[in-house]
C-alpha cells in the first residue's frame, strides 16, 4: 500500500470525525455558547451545506493548480476551521468555524480520489479509492463516541483540538508522502487539460449525470432510512436510549466492511458490482422495515444497511472520474450529489412520518429510492455496453 494513500486516508478520517463528532458535542455546545437547541443543530446542516457548495465552489477555483498544493491547502482550510472553533467565544465563530472547515471536504474526496487512484495500477483503483474511504467509515464509527467521551472528560473544545491535531498530522502527511505527480500510474484516468471550460465539458456526458443522479439517489435511499434510524430502535424494535449507540457502532462496521469489499469488487466488475450493492440494499431496507419489530434481525440488518450502503462509493467515484475523463470537477460533484441525496432522503423519510405511516416508513421510502437508483445505475451498464 503506498504511504501517500495512508495520508489520504488520515486526512479522510480528521475531515470524517469534524462532520460526525458534533452529534455528540450539540448539548454542551448549546449551554457553552448560551444558544438553543435548534440554532446549535446548524452547526451540523450548515456543515452540510458547506460542503456541497465547497465541493464544487473550490475544485472550479483550483482547477488549473497541481493536485498535492490543492490537497495541502484544502487540509490547511481544514485545520483553520477546527481551530476556530475550538477557540470560538461566541456562536457566530463557531459556526464560521464549522463552514470553513466543511468547504474542504467535498473538494478533498473528490481530488483525493483521482490522486489516490494515481498511486495505484489501473486494475486497483477502486481499492486505493476505499482506502482513501476507510478514514471516513472509521469517523462515522467512532465519530459520536469520541465526541461524546472526549466531551464529557475534558470539554467539547478539547475534542476540536483533538481533530485539529489530526489535521497537521495529516498535512504533514500529504506534504511529505504524496508525489507531486501521482496521477501517471493511472492510465485509465487521462488528465484533462486544466481549464475551468474543459472541467464543465465533462458535463455533456449522459453517463456522468447517469452515475451522479444514480450516486445522489442511492445515498437518499439509505440516509433518508438512516436520519430515523434511533427511533425505528427505540419505538418499534423497543431498544432502550442506550443502545442505539452500539447499534450505531454496528452500522458503522458494517460501513467498513462494504467501503473494503466494495472497492475490491468494482475492480473486478465495477457496473455489476454497482447494480448488485444497490439492490442489496433496497432488499436489505425493504426487509428491515418488516422485521424492526424483531430486535435480534434488526442488529443484523443494520449491520447489512451499512454495508450494501457504502459499497457502491468506491465504485461510484471512480466511475463519475472515468466517465468524465478525469474531471477533478466531475469527482466533486459526485460528493455534492451524495449530500444532496442524504437532503433528500431526510425530507422524504420526515414527510412519511409525518404522514402518520410509522417509524418503519423512512425505510420503505428509502428503499424505494435505491430502487430507482438500481435501475439508473442499470440503465448507465446498459448504455456503455452499448458504446
Avoid at 475550538?86 to 472547515?101: D, E, F, I
Wanted: overall charge positive; proline content about 3%; charged content about 10%.
Amino acid at each position: 500500500m503506498p504511504s501517500g494513500l495512508i495520508a489520504l486516508a488520515l486526512g479522510g478520517f480528521g475531515i470524517g470525525l469534524t462532520e460526525f463528532l458534533i452529534a455528540g458535542l450539540l448539548p454542551q455546545v448549546a449551554s457553552s455558547l448560551a444558544v438553543s437547541e435548534a440554532a446549535a443543530g446548524w452547526l451540523i446542516s450548515g456543515y452540510a451545506l458547506s460542503v456541497a457548495i465547497g465541493a464544487i465552489a473550490l475544485t472550479a477555483a483550483t482547477t488549473r493548480l497541481p493536485r498535492k498544493q490543492v490537497l495541502v491547502g484544502l487540509v490547511a482550510l481544514f485545520v483553520i476551521g477546527n481551530l476556530l472553533s475550538a477557540l470560538a467565544p461566541n456562536y457566530q465563530v463557531m459556526l464560521l468555524g464549522r463552514v470553513v472547515a466543511a468547504l474542504c471536504h467535498g473538494s478533498f474526496f473528490g481530488i483525493g480520489s483521482l490522486v489516490a487512484r494515481g498511486l495505484v495500477a489501473p486494475e486497483r483503483k477502486s481499492r486505493a479509492v476505499a482506502v482513501m474511504f476507510a478514514g471516513l467509515t472509521l469517523a462515522n464509527v467512532l465519530g459520536v463516541p469520541f465526541g461524546a467521551l472526549v466531551g464529557e472528560r475534558w470539554g467539547w473544545r478539547a475534542a476540536f483540538w483533538a481533530v485539529t491535531a489530526i489535521g497537521v498530522l495529516a498535512l504533514t502527511g500529504i506534504a511529505a508522502l504524496v508525489p507531486a505527480r501521482p496521477t501517471e500510474a493511472d492510465h485509465s484516468a487521462p488528465t484533462p487539460a486544466p481549464g475551468l471550460r474543459a472541467q464543465f465539458r465533462a458535463f455533456r456526458s449522459l453517463q456522468v449525470w447517469l452515475t451522479l443522479t444514480a450516486t445522489g439517489l442511492g445515498y437518499g435511499g439509505m440516509f433518508g432510512a438512516f436520519s430515523y434510524i434511533a427511533y425505528t430502535f427505540t419505538e418499534v424494535g423497543g431498544f432502550s436510549s442506550a443502545a442505539v449507540a452500539w447499534l450505531l457502532m454496528v452500522y458503522g462496521v458494517g460501513l467498513v466492511a462494504g467501503n473494503l469489499i466494495g472497492g475490491r469488487a468494482a475492480d473486478q466488475d465495477r457496473d455489476r458490482a454497482l447494480v448488485l450493492a444497490l439492490l442489496g440494499l433496497t432488499v436489505t431496507l425493504a426487509v428491515f422495515g418488516l422485521l424492526a419489530a424483531a430486535q435480534i434481525a434488526s442488529v443484523f440488518l443494520v449491520f447489512l444497511m451499512g454495508l450494501f450502503g457504502f459499497a457502491a462509493v468506491p465504485g461510484m467515484i471512480t466511475r463519475v472520474t472515468d466517465v468524465a475523463h478525469g474531471a477533478a470537477l466531475a469527482a466533486s460533484a459526485n460528493v455534492s450529489a451524495s449530500n444532496v441525496g442524504n437532503a433528500l432522503g431526510a425530507w422524504l423519510g420526515g414527510l412519511a412520518i409525518s404522514a402518520g405511516l410509522g417509524y418503519t416508513a423512512p425505510l420503505y421510502v428509502g428503499a424505494g429510492v435505491t430502487l430507482i437508483a438500481a435501475l439508473v445505475m442499470a440503465v448507465a451498464a446498459h448504455q456503455a455496453r452499448r458504446h
